[in-house]
């Protein structure tokens, strides 16, 4: 098939790869969110889909909106059979989607209908959930409803944070949307309603949603630290500043007044409502990242100090 992929971020790579390399498509184009500035010096850099895109001499388009006339235009003189998405991260006008002869195809990291929406990987590591995947689905106006084609699953481990697990998914994922387009272009593949009963939305999780409330169980300050690990970080407050928190170990048995810090040469213990956590590694306020006894051996908490 003719395909157009759209997608964005570094999570979109495998699949972008895999079809690529597939001896039964032709990625044509591909759909990407435009320029963007990133890193310490602001500097603009192409997404990492265009980037891969570029290398391998494949055309780019990066539409302000899905919906401009330009676009469309473009797209339309593609002929694209069908149209493969991965984080892209727009919204796709009905315009958009009407023009591929099998529509739109989008990768989904849940196990739908559990989990629509911007962060379906971060709200099942937040929720506790054990089991999480991927599916494909056909896009629709309403978010993440459309008919599924395929699901993949995966075990969420103990320690994920949800770079990891999203890394593990984005590649069995590729996998399954290869398996789906070569479905859909055999006609053997018919997808199916997603049924009406355990929807769950997953919005976006802010940076004040990363706040860590030190008045809550380990157990939640363990989840919510893993699921805003790498982004947006888990965060706290010492001294009236800001200082990011990583992963965090559950100290059992060891406990502690809810954000008291207890420093030793070995290991910096935090208060929850519960058992204490130990930090791992800290980033304070305009500082590189460290392990939490060095940034310890250079503030001296005093024991009566706590994290806010």
Not at 272 to 294: C, F, H, I, N, Y
Request: aromatic residues 4%; negative net charge; glycine residues 10%.
């Amino acid at each position: 098939m003719r395909l157009v992929f759209a997608g964005t971020p570094e999570t979109a790579l495998p699949s972008l790869r895999t079809l690529i390399d597939s001896p039964r498509h032709e990625v044509v184009a591909v759909v990407t969110r435009p320029d963007a500035q990133s890193g310490r010096g602001r500097k603009v850099h192409p997404s990492p889909v265009a980037e891969l895109a570029e290398e391998a001499g494949i055309e780019v388009l990066r539409p302000q909106k899905a919906g401009d006339p330009a676009f469309l235009d473009r797209l339309r003189a593609l002929e694209p059979h069908c149209c493969p998405v991965v984080a892209y991260g727009a919204l796709l006008p009905q315009s958009a989607l009407d023009v591929p002869r099998h529509g739109w195809i989008n990768l989904h990291f849940s196990i739908l209908p559990a989990w629509r929406g911007a962060a379906p990987v971060q709200h099942a590591i937040l929720h506790g959930d054990e089991i999480t995947g991927a599916s494909t689905f056909q896009i629709v106006k309403e978010l993440d409803a459309g008919p599924v084609y395929g699901v993949v699953t995966e075990e969420i481990r103990g320690t994920d944070t949800s770079g990891a697990l999203l890394e593990r998914l984005s590649v069995s994922g590729a996998g399954l949307l290869a398996a789906t387009l070569d479905g859909v272009e055999d006609g053997t593949l018919e997808a199916r309603p997603q049924p009406a009963d355990g929807v769950t939305i997953a919005p976006k999780i802010s940076v004040a949603d990363a706040r860590i409330d030190w008045g809550k169980p380990a157990m939640h300050v363990d989840r919510l630290v893993r699921a805003c690990t790498p982004n947006p970080g888990a965060w706290s407050e010492f001294r009236g500043q800001r200082v990011k928190v990583g992963p965090v170990r559950v100290v059992s048995g060891e406990r502690l007044a809810p954000g008291e810090v207890v420093a030793t040469k070995t290991s910096v213990l935090v208060g929850t409502a519960s058992d204490a956590v130990e930090l791992g590694e800290v980033q304070p306020q305009g500082k590189r990242l460290m392990g939490a006894v060095e940034w310890a051996r250079g503030v001296r908490p005093d024991g009566k100090e706590v994290f806010a």
